[in-house]
């Protein structure tokens, strides 16, 4: 079983030092610490164990060192940086976990430029040796990416020529759409195995500058200087504090707050956090997912919400929402379906929903809505079917009402005699924004946007036929259907092809615009996907199958 | 072989009539005149020469009909529009042809959205018994869709239920980008294997009306005669012209031109058409494509332009061009590259694109231009690579210079004894967008928009070094490099794996913003590639094997 939880004093593979506003990540990989069997993780190489861990500190830099301004991120081994993901790791995995562990780091490279867009922290790549593949991925998550000119080390996406894969982590997208490297240049730069070196590398695009060894040390740190004391580091919404306080910051006034390990109870059929169950109805490859709301009190204050730090419902419950979605995805993969489900009074939703719009202004309030916000893209982005289960005594409302919009469909008991009721609050107008920029309110009513509207405005509670007429909801069975209803929903959905779903489920959920997430997501990945079945690749005489050894690759030539 | 000519007298399958305005074009199946061999095309289910046919119309309704203002689609077979593609087909057809046949008819399906588009010609889908699969994706390019309510008569996509694939036309993006249907509703309708009838139908958004048998036919001429007499069928231009009309249009004071049959000799290793030359190197996998520019003339009016007809050289040449992409994409599948060559004079092509900008509100030259932007984007989603050999004696001017920017490389000679030259011209800051909504100068130069601009404002012939200083051209080797260049590019674009080079071209193409048709393209077709490919769909116990056989499909439930 692969967890997820882990934290910096447990980091096998980074180094996390923070000092002067800067965060230090060094990639120092332990080839032998592996997540699984038969690879060694040489050359900085990575597997799904690295990647958390990254995404672990990306996580605490941002709520544990809130007055961190720049972060670089590096490497401790000489004249490599990282040479992306193991490829004899991929070449022994099974498909579902190669491409659940390219959305991962996906996912990971997303929340480092989350954070850069959303908190105005930059984040820096100092490649002191060559960076491939997703290496080099890596580094054009970052803001900035400067390479050390030693006559040998470069940037490169060897992953065609080589693998015959594609960079699986969103390259060729933020090639083109984030680096905006002309298309030419990109097609050259991504069909050499040896890649570009520092000065064509800088001509091209795909760094920002390069320093020849002696001096590269102190260039990295120059620029850090000028970073942490010039590049505006405020939120978004810091313009007050900012004016009041020159290049002071909200962020520098407030301590971080410590994330502790997850407390989960974990059986044969469940796993139960404090806000979260998960229940696995495994040979009807489907699971329950409820989420508890919040309790009732008094309004709180900043300071308050500081002091209970991560014991706070918004970010508990999504924490462990997070984790029991990333449990599903790698750890049951014969669950196709998952059935939300939520237990709570929802005047308590609402209120807590008030309490975090009162304060988003707050450094910590605003990290836990965008944290929040993507723990819902991560939902979004998981193959598996969700459909929402309301009945009495749930408390879809607020930013639990986000479920329901995350469902593949919805169905809620038609019951007068029972009292069972959904409601939107203001947050599902724009603090949880889906991959491609709307929220799950406007991707519904894409073709009826007043309805979008409505929905925020009525401002009360509304009785399944309300929710039925307001076009929330999917399904309205009454009491005398509902479980049958129910139950052949769920064995219909479960008898499926679960590739033809997850391609379905994929393209009904981002309608509308498309941003480079849901490109590198929606396109690169259902690319990346098909080129890792095939033949040329992972058969006997594919690229990835021959990497290393002294056999070479046979193509069938076809072009598709 | 596979032969993309046809004409209405040579059609199979399809009736197209003429009369008042209106174009009908109805769809009668002959079961036993398929394509391949070991199927049959019952219930107007469709092969490649059923699309190869439609497309054939939609083209000539615009070059030989311009008068027409509505076009109707419908069936000739009682109870049924369209089955959809044929599964037996589709069963035992080669993957590389599969993927080759949904591209097709989703550039077909295009088509149509490009002349409603464009030319405000407005699509009725006139639903006279069931259409289901790409029957009713055909039906959701049309502008309207009315179904007859019978009570059997469905819409339904029951790719997902039946065969464990997808809508592979576009169909799921469609229905939520072009119709808008709610989310979870398309969820639910593209699970439902049965579809849904007239009612619910509307009301989820899958048709416009309904209407019971016996007023069915009343109800379409009604619509059909509203559309002729009151929707504003002209051309986005032609304001001046309505105005001083009316209702009536410059299309209307035009007789259309004919669309002859293409001559084309071929040989073992070649194919010669009029202005366009194919040479095969089939041992080294690559094809030399030549297009030669037009002869010097005097100027032509609108009146000359319509005398020559389908002579006129950006007719008959891009028409030249379509069908070279064509034969090659489904008759050389192992040709991985293709070397775009020219020959001409860059003054003759310049000419001839004054001449096409100064008459481009005359609708012929319109539709020539608009029929130019089409063949381009054939060419940009054409999974081959497209090498622009640039060399003296070579015409990349104006149109042509689209053919070195559609390329993934561009190689021009760098000899300071010899003539070599490009030249942009005006037709490419607007009059060729790619299927993104961008130029391809655009594209190319997302991160430096100013060259675009330059490119343009130039106004010149460019030489090698200067071509290369704005950004134009990818390489520009001397004469003593050339040859050698040449050929180590080639022999190393041809030794990489093709499925890899697909997907890295497919995403460096299309930089920039995403339109419903490059995700139809980019995203649907990647996913669709990947289910083809799966066990689920066409292993022994896939859906797609297993279909109308008495064994089930048995699936591997790993959710990917």
Sequence with gaps: MINFQTSPERYKHWKLAIHGGVARLSMDVQEDETLGD????????????????????????????????????????????????????????????????????????????????????????????????????????????????????????????????????GGLTRLVDKRKVRRDRADVFSTLAEGLKGKRAKEWGLIDDTFPTSRFQEAI?????????????????????????????????????????????????????????????????????VVRGPECWPRKSPEEIQRMGDDYWPLRAYRELDDALLHLRVNEPEIGLVCLRTEGEIVNVVSLDDELAANRDHWLVREIILHMARVLRRLDLTAKSFFAIIEPGSCFAGNLFELVLASDRSYMLNDPHENVEIMPTELSAGAFPMNNGLTRLESRFLGEPKKAFAAIAHKAPLDTEAAEAAGLITFAPDDLDWEDEIRVAIEERTSLSPDALTGMEASLRFAGPETMDTKIYGRLTAWQNWIFQRPNAVGPNGALTNYGKPTKAQFDYKRT
Tied chains: 1, 2.
């Design 38 to 169: 038969g690879y060694k993780l040489k050359l900085n190489s990575y597997d799904l164990g690295v990647d958390i861990e990254l995404a672990d500190a990306i996580q605490r830099i941002r709520f544990e060192h809130p007055e961190v301004g720049a972060v670089v991120i590096t490497s401790l081994k000489p004249r490599i940086f990282c040479a992306g993901a193991n490829i004899y790791m991929l070449g022994t995995s099974s498909h579902a976990f190669k491409v659940n562990f390219c959305k991962f780091t996906n996912e990971t490279r997303c929340a480092i430029e989350d954070d850069s867009r959303h908190a105005g922290r930059r984040y820096v790549a100092a490649l002191n040796g060559t960076a491939s593949g997703g290496g080099y991925e890596l580094a054009i998550a970052c803001d900035e990416i400067y390479l050390v000119d030693d006559g040998n080390s470069a940037v490169s996406l060897p992953e065609v020529p080589l693998l015959g894969v594609l960079p699986g982590t």
């Design 221 to 289: 740190e120059n620029r850090l200087h000028d970073v942490t004391q010039t590049v505006s580091f405020r939120h978004p919404n810091d313009t007050q504090a900012a004016n009041d306080q020159g290049s002071q910051t909200d962020s520098l006034r407030y301590e971080g707050i410590k994330l502790n390990p997850l407390q989960v109870n974990s059986t044969e059929d469940s796993r139960e956090y404090k806000y979260v169950s998960l229940k696995f109805h495994r040979d009807k490859r489907y699971a329950d997912l």
